[in-house]
């Protein structure tokens, strides 16, 4: 059986953090436009504890500069930690450059962890759900729509990303982007080399929904975490939305998926990305396949409206 990813996108997206005491994030960069009204703050960790209370220490193991940030839990209670006014130690903001910004959180017992980007004007809002173990792995696949443009009128600096993180010293890195990137040709792979707890962050050249980053590949010799973001998508009307989620890495891909439709628009969409060439894709157990896609590739569909 061939082994793929589904992804489920919606305006709100919302995703399922993995219960763990150790968790590695690369924030993505996302666009401020406003100061007085900013689309990027607050920036909040949201973590919450189970049968245990919880000591919790956040940071960042590349930048000195940053002071650990420290929470206690009690047992099945939750802490919020703002974040908005170390966005510049966090948010990997130059495209095609190495940073010393990769976040990990560490706990005395399980608990999970969400990063929001709360919009003060709650116009561009997302939760990052993060993995823990789940999340590290020596290759991604990006996975992507294909449709909805980012919205590059009102949003001049808004893009789609992706930011890698290494957890180990040395590690060399391989990405060969489905599309062009900031000082990257499509198609033409290249290296980099990271030390614990740097990043690696780049962003597509182009904003329409095609030259997104869907199908690029990243892989690597030691374990690494990898965060994608698609900044102010715009599906409908004047609305535009960030999208992202960290990644898990194709070791742990799978080949069956429940999919549940949400009740906001009739624009939420499903996208299966393939591990191997010749994956066939079936839908509510048809025997003939929706579609037959190679590696990287993705198929995906609209939900209609629900009766």
């Known amino acids: ?47 919450t504890s189970f049968g245990n209370a919880a ?49 990990l959180i560490r706990s005395t017992s399980d608990i999970t962890a969400y990063y929001e980007v709360k919009s003060t004007c709650n116009c561009n809002p997302e939760l990052f759900a993060l993995k823990g173990k789940s999340a590290i792995g020596n290759e991604f696949i990006i996975a992507s729509q294909k449709e909805w443009p980012i919205d590059t009128v009102r ?12 957890t180990e010293n040395n590690t060399t890195i ?13 198609g033409i792979p290249f290296t980099i080399t ?3 707890g740097q ?48 990644l898990i890495p194709t070791s742990i891909w799978g080949d069956e998926f429940v999919v549940i439709r949400g009740a906001l628009t009739n624009k939420d969409k499903a996208v299966v990305t393939a591990m191997t060439n010749g994956t066939a894709i079936y839908i509510d157990g048809n025997t003939t396949p929706a579609a037959t896609i190679n590696r990287g590739q993705s198929y995906e569909f609209n939900f209609t409206a629900p009766t």
């Open 55 to 103: 000591n919790v220490t956040i940071s960042i193991p590349a930048n000195p500069v940053f002071t650990p940030v420290t929470a206690s839990l009690a047992a099945n209670s939750s802490a919020t930690i703002d974040l908005s006014n170390w966005d510049d130690l966090i948010e990997n903001d130059i495209a095609n450059a190495v940073a010393n910004k990769g976040i």
């Open 199 to 246: 990043t690696f962050s780049n962003q597509g050249l182009y904003r329409n929904g095609p030259s997104l980053l869907n199908g690029s590949i990243i892989t690597s010799d030691k374990p690494i975490s990898v965060t994608a973001s698609e900044d102010l998508l715009m599906s409908d009307g004047p609305c535009a939305d960030l999208a992202g989620d960290q």
């Open 155 to 166: 949003f001049p600096t808004a893009r789609s990303a992706f930011n890698i993180l290494a």
């Open 1 to 47: 059986m061939k082994k793929l990813l589904l992804i489920f996108f919606l305006l709100p997206l919302s995703t399922f953090a993995q219960k763990d005491t150790s968790f590695w994030f690369a924030a993505p960069e996302i666009v401020e436009f406003l100061s007085a009204n900013p689309h990027d703050k607050p920036l909040y960790f949201r973590l």
């Open 174 to 186: 391989n990405i060969t982007p489905s599309q062009a990137l900031i000082g990257r040709p499509a």
């Open 194 to 196: 990271l030390q614990r």
